[in-house]
């Protein structure tokens, strides 16, 4: 038997690049098409195990279409797909795209929380969109099947679904205004209010990133990241069809397994240019290395000339401790380019151009929280994360709470305008309304401008505000991560009301502390260290590890540990009783 070794597609062709100057991502796809480029899996250790060139996808896609057509989906419905990393996704996709319908990536089962919590998201986000039909994996097919019963929609899992007829039909000609697909953004207040995001804006959004990012012909991309978020969709996949760039693959839970198999990937990948992680991607990799003669021989990352950060706060110390850990093996501290982005306004707001790398401003507590400087203390200061500048087509403005302009340096809610922003919730004018006036996009999240930058301070509605005080979470949730033991993502700060109708902050920290006393003595250096830095005491509870939940794309979410707290559903960890 001959075993016949897999090619992956190639960084280069002779097909001339277009920066994803299309009137349609159909047509971004046809033109795809026609390159050498495409989309190469691995397994969980980084072994090539499928090749799937744009030409085949198109093919697949196109096959896809009609059985859609032929299954009664016609343009504007919707097609819930779940999002596993693979080629029978991407070809559904764009199979949707192709047949007018708007697809609907919605997340896989996660680690965090059991079966019944995954069917209840499920249910939510299929009641949002209505769509006709979830297709998904044959894997998951027990959970699936459960959620669109509850809906009442059509559920069926896509290697039952290729076997359906795909007779010849006219596919419907798509319009630039058209709505191209529906995003679940985790991190929206209105969650799970789905964003409607039309050709040209996906178009718009994917040409001007392009451009800040400088991505030429023959760079490469290494992803872990999930389909179902919009950095992992729009910046990992749609962006790589409709700019011919060809991308090896990782599945997030082989990733989380074994994150250092990205690094390996994008070593053993010599032509590897562009990767994109949150921070705690970064973080947990600095973690993994156990020496640096470790490094230089396992990695090879001088090429890696892109090292995105985006999708949550982006914190300098786990940044300077990544360059600390791979600096051996070639990487470049100027490779950083950080990014602020929401599915609202496609995906990117700003960039850092080219080789600026992490650049930072210490600015002062009590300007952040907006309260005035006390003069019997001590200045306290934030190191605040420069995002880079606006894209091409992208105003970027600085509002007070008032609606006012601000000027270099204030600060106050971002807002942005472009063709890039939303057309609208889907099915809800309210919060459309609400975060849309006269163009411009409320984003939700505050920060300030210097001199064409932007740097983002926190998310507005975060704020714990106590006795008119102003106190930012993750300053609270940084300060305890100092203490030793605790990890990224291992405490949860925000304000309850309590049964007397005041506001009391609390925070809810992991502990992996088994002895008693112990717990005691952890309990009071947390409460101690909060006071410290916010002057207030707070309700410290200890929870078992892996308690605090998650957002779908990995991410802390407060807004849900707050409610499962207030509702019972996170049950501290007693202490010992002190005589």
């Known amino acids: 038997m001959t075993m016949t070794t897999l090619v992956p597609t190639p960084n280069d062709c002779a097909l001339p690049r277009i920066r994803s100057e299309f009137a349609t991502f159909n047509d971004a796809v046809d033109y795809a098409a026609r390159s050498e480029k495409g989309l190469n899996f691995h397994d969980m250790r980084g072994e090539l195990e499928r090749v799937y060139p744009f030409s085949e996808m198109r093919v697949d896609a196109l096959a896809m279409a009609r059985r859609l057509v032929a299954s009664g989906i016609g343009k504007g419905d919707r097609v819930a797909l779940i999002a596993e990393t693979g080629p029978d996704f991407a070809a559904l996709f764009c199979a949707c795209t192709y047949a007018g319908a708007w697809p609907v990536p919605l997340p896989l089962p996660t680690s965090f929380g059991g079966k019944e919590s995954y069917i209840d998201q499920l249910a939510v986000q299929l009641e949002s969109s209505d769509p006709k039909i979830l297709i998904y994996p044959p894997e998951i097919a027990e959970m699936a099947h459960a959620a669109a019963a509850r809906q009442g929609c059509e559920g069926i899992d896509w290697a039952t679904f290729a076997t359906r007829p795909d007779p010849d039909c006219d596919l419907p000609e798509a319009s630039p205004d058209d709505i191209c697909y529906l995003q679940y953004s985790s991190g929206s207040t209105r969650f799970p209010t789905g964003v409607a995001v039309t050709h040209r804006a996906l178009l718009h959004n994917l040409h001007g990133h ?10 490469r991309v290494v992803s872990w990241l999930p389909w179902y978020h919009d950095m992992g969709l729009v910046g990992c996949l749609l962006s790589l069809i409709s700019n011919q760039v060809s991308c090896d693959y990782l599945k997030t839970e082989h990733f989380a397994r074994r994150p250092l198999a990205w690094l390996d990937l994008i070593s053993r990948n010599q032509g590897t240019t562009l990767s994109y992680s949150p921070t705690f991607g970064y973080d947990i990799c600095a973690r993994r290395i156990s020496s640096q003669s470790h490094v230089t021989e396992r990695f090879d990352l001088s090429r890696w000339r892109t090292a995105g950060n985006g999708a949550d706060m982006i914190r300098p110390d786990v940044m ?39 650049r930072v401003e210490l600015v002062e507590e009590e300007r952040l929280s907006g309260r005035p400087r006390d003069l019997s203390r001590p200045a306290r200061y934030r190191a605040i994360v420069n995002c880079g500048k606006p894209i091409p087509g992208m105003d970027v403005e600085i509002r007070d709470e008032k609606g006012a302009a601000r000027g270099d340096r204030q600060i106050g809610k971002v807002w942005c305008r472009g063709t ?3 057309h609208s919730y889907f099915r809800n004018e309210e919060a459309t309304s609400d975060c849309l006036v006269d163009g411009w996009l409320d984003t939700g999240d505050m920060g300030y401008m210097a001199d064409g930058y932007l740097f983002i301070v926190g998310r507005a509605k975060d704020m714990i505000i106590i006795n008119g005080k102003n106190h930012w979470p993750q300053d609270i949730e940084w300060a305890v991560e100092q203490l030793p033991g605790f990890n990224h993502g291992d405490v949860a700060a925000f304000s309850f009301e309590m049964d007397n109708g005041e506001e009391a902050p609390a925070v809810l920290v992991h502990c992996r502390v088994s002895d008693p006393e112990e717990r005691v003595r952890l309990h009071e250096l947390i409460r101690d260290k909060v006071r410290a830095v916010t002057g207030m005491n707070c309700v410290v509870e200890l929870v078992p590890p892996r308690t605090l939940p998650r957002t779908s794309s990995g991410k802390l979410s407060r807004a849900k540990a707050k409610r499962q707290y207030l509702a019972g559903e996170i049950e501290p960890i007693k202490l010992l009783e002190v005589a």
């Open 210 to 219: 392009a451009a800040s990012m400088a991505i030429g012909s023959n760079d």
């Open 320 to 358: 300077q401790n990544f360059v600390n850990a791979f600096a051996p093996a070639g990487f470049k501290a100027n490779a950083f380019t950080p990014s602020y982005g929401l599915a609202e306004a496609t995906l990117a707001v700003t960039v850092m151009p080219p080789r600026e790398g992490i």
């Open 420 to 422: 890039s922003v939303m």
